[in-house]
């Protein structure tokens, strides 16, 4: 859930959304909605299968942590190369054509 969230929103944010601040916060918001969401869905997945079986103690799960660390950094390289061609494409646009003499 969180990679689909970053997908679908960190790139669009960067380009449409002006102001750096204000994409980083909302791509921020809602990966960290979805993180949250995923990982109570993971936990009660795991409290269902404990309740059926004999509880077992587990390693800590330091590859979901590293997963989606990863994610939510890719999230902000994301946003950093929407706003980078959007500016690329501003600066395109104002630019005067030359016109030879």
Same mark, same amino acid.
């Given at each position: 859930?969180?990679?689909?969230?970053?997908?679908l929103?960190?790139?669009?944010?960067?380009?449409?959304?002006?102001?750096?601040?204000?994409a =980083?916060?909302?791509?921020?918001?809602?990966?960290?909605?979805?993180?949250?969401?995923?990982?109570?869905?993971?936990?009660?997945?795991?409290? =269902?299968?404990?309740?059926?079986?004999?509880?077992?103690?587990?390693?800590?799960?330091?590859?979901?942590?590293?997963?989606?660390?990863?994610?939510?950094?890719?999230?902000?390289?994301?946003?950093?190369?929407?706003?980078?061609?959007?500016?690329?494409?501003?600066?395109?646009?104002?630019d005067?054509?030359?016109?030879?003499?």
């Amino acid at each position: 859930m969180v990679a689909i969230v970053t997908v679908l929103a960190a790139f669009p944010l960067g380009y449409f959304v002006r102001s750096r601040l204000a994409a =980083n916060t909302a791509y921020a918001v809602a990966y960290l909605w979805a993180f949250v969401f995923q990982t109570m869905y993971l936990i009660l997945d795991v409290i =269902n299968d404990s309740a059926k079986q004999a509880f077992e103690p587990q390693e800590f799960p330091w590859a979901y942590g590293a997963v989606t660390l990863s994610i939510f950094l890719a999230g902000f390289g994301l946003v950093a190369l929407g706003h980078h061609i959007h500016d690329r494409r501003a600066a395109r646009h104002t630019d005067p054509v030359s016109v030879p003499a």
